[in-house]
């Protein structure tokens, strides 16, 4: 039996549809997780959610503690993430509210706590990482939207900044170049780490704008926010239909 739990981001900072939700106080040898678990089910079947910013969306992208939100999430058995993230989109096909599930990675941020296995005494560890995603997970996501009528995007590749700040119309230029569709901030170390601990791991991505540049308007976050709006149902609605194959 699978567990599934699910990393919320930016437009998904609470999970309203856990029936009897619990919460839970984690600590672990990196510190704590971003917010305390919250253990309950959908359609039957358990499933923990973690606020990626914290209860109140207060912890920028480069000050995530990630190592202590997945190994709080190992410590109680999680077998499957589900990573919730909001992204600028690149790519023509990508318009804002569209939901992808990426299939590649490039990391460009620097400075974070990116493995389980540093300092003292640790054992230098190479995991392979040639697929960052889980292409079974990846799969049963998108048979889950067909099951809920949602058309999104299979595959792709996700550029993971530092933030906090948006991009500049340059930096989405050469991002381009070097193959990204979208354009997030907290996609790394987070899969990576996932990877370390043995759990499969895959994204739901939701374009919540045009990424800089690739549109004549300015980005605006009314404007991210009503994409996100929009664009977190149908997520919502995915993962009901997702928790049974898992589950």
């Given amino acids: 039996m699978g ?15 856990l029936e009897s939700p619990v ?18 089910k959908l359609q039957g079947h358990k499933v923990v959610f973690l606020a990626r910013h914290g209860d109140g969306h207060s912890i920028a992208p480069h000050q995530i ?32 509210a569209k939901i992808a ?14 493995t389980f296995y540093e300092g003292s005494g640790s054992e230098v560890k190479h995991i392979d990482f040639s697929w960052p995603y889980s292409r079974i997970l990846a799969s049963m996501i998108e048979r889950a939207a067909g099951l809920s009528g949602l058309k999104i995007v299979s595959g ?16 989405i230029l050469r991002m381009e170049r070097d193959g990204c569709d979208m354009v997030g901030m907290t996609g ?11 759990i499969d791991y895959a ?36 993962l009901g239909s997702l928790v049974g194959m898992i589950g």
């Fill in 156 to 171: 792709g590749t996700y550029g993971c900044t530092q933030g906090p700040r948006l991009e500049t119309a340059a930096e």
């Fill in 3 to 17: 567990f599934l739990a699910i990393i919320g981001g930016s437009g998904l900072n609470r999970f309203a549809a």
């Fill in 65 to 96: 503690n990630y190592r202590a939100n997945i190994r709080a999430l190992q410590s109680v058995g999680v077998t499957h993430i589900v990573s919730v993230a909001a992204v600028g989109a690149i790519s023509s096909h990508l318009p804002p």
């Fill in 188 to 198: 790394m170390p987070e899969a990576a780490l996932a990877r370390e601990a043995g």
């Fill in 101 to 114: 599930v990426p299939e590649q990675l490039i990391d460009y941020t620097h400075g974070r706590k990116s």
């Fill in 23 to 40: 919460r839970q106080s984690v600590e672990t040898e990196f510190g704590g997780p971003s917010a305390p678990l919250v253990v309950g």
């Fill in 203 to 238: 994204c739901c991505a939701v374009m919540a704008n045009w990424a800089a540049g690739k549109s004549s308007s300015e980005i605006t976050m009314q404007e991210i926010e009503a994409n996100l709006s929009k664009g977190m149902g149908g997520v919502a609605n995915l």
